[in-house]
C-alpha cells in the first residue's frame, strides 16, 4: 500500500513559481510510474505531467515548458516544478500513480495564480 501526501501548494502572482511535492510511504513507490494531475473548479481531473519509474517524462500541451516534474525514489517524493504560472493553472493539484489508483488519492494541495 501507498500513501501520498502533497504540499507546496499557495497563492502566487501570474508568471511566478512554485515547486510542490509528493512524499510517498511504501517500498512499491520505486516501481510505479508516477504522474501530477489537477481539478479546477467545475473540470474533470486531468493528468499535466508523468515519470516513469526510470525517470522519463511527459506533459500535457497546457504546461510543457513551464512545468518539470523529477522524483528523487531514494527519498521516495514526486516533485513538480511550476514556471510561468497562469490564472488558469489554478486547481487542487494531486500526485497519483500513472494509471491513478483510487485508493491513493490524496488531499492535494490548492494552487492559486492572481494578482
Known amino acids: 500500500q501507498v500513501q501520498l501526501v502533497e504540499s507546496g501548494g499557495g497563492l502566487v502572482q501570474p508568471g511566478g513559481s512554485l515547486r510542490l511535492s509528493c512524499a510517498a510511504s511504501g517500498s512499491s513507490f520505486r516501481i510505479y510510474d508516477m504522474g501530477w494531475y489537477r481539478q479546477a473548479p467545475g473540470k474533470q481531473r486531468e493528468l499535466v505531467a508523468s515519470?516513469?519509474?526510470?525517470?522519463?517524462?511527459n506533459y500535457s500541451d497546457s504546461v510543457k515548458g513551464r512545468f518539470t516534474i523529477s522524483r528523487n525514489n531514494a527519498k521516495i517524493t514526486v516533485y513538480l516544478q511550476m514556471n510561468s504560472l497562469k490564472p488558469e493553472d489554478t486547481a487542487v493539484y494531486y500526485c497519483?500513480?500513472?494509471?491513478?489508483?483510487?485508493?491513493?488519492w490524496g488531499q492535494g494541495t490548492q494552487v492559486t495564480v492572481s494578482s
Open positions: 515519470i516513469t519509474s526510470g525517470g522519463r517524462t
Open positions: 497519483n500513480t500513472k494509471p491513478p489508483r483510487a485508493g491513493y
